[in-house]
């Protein structure tokens, strides 16, 4: 299923271009919510995905929210974010 989209996120990498998102860091943020109520109903552990919404979270902070899935090297590669942004709950 991946394998044929790897040359175009190689492609991304390499030039630092992650703009043509066919999922946005955003899409993939929207689906934490989303995979919380389907565990609530199921009663599936999905707390495997943690990491993974960290991630993608950082990758929002970072300005990331509209690229693609390969921007995600950009985070890994500078390491952790010391700080967060105030979430909608935490907002006055």
Not at 12 to 39: P, Q, R, T, V
Not at 57 to 73: F, I, P, Y
């Amino acid at each position: 299923m991946i394998k044929p989209l790897l040359p175009a996120y190689a492609g991304e990498i390499n030039s630092g271009a992650y703009s043509d998102a066919a999922s946005s860091m955003k899409l993939f943020l929207a689906g934490e919510a989303h995979d919380g109520d389907l565990a609530g109903e199921t009663r599936v552990d999905v707390t495997w995905l943690a990491p993974l919404y960290d991630l993608v979270s950082r990758a929002v902070e970072a300005d990331h929210e509209g690229h693609n899935v390969s921007a995600l090297t950009e985070v890994l590669a500078h390491g952790p974010i010391t700080h967060r942004r105030p979430t909608q709950e935490s907002t006055p």
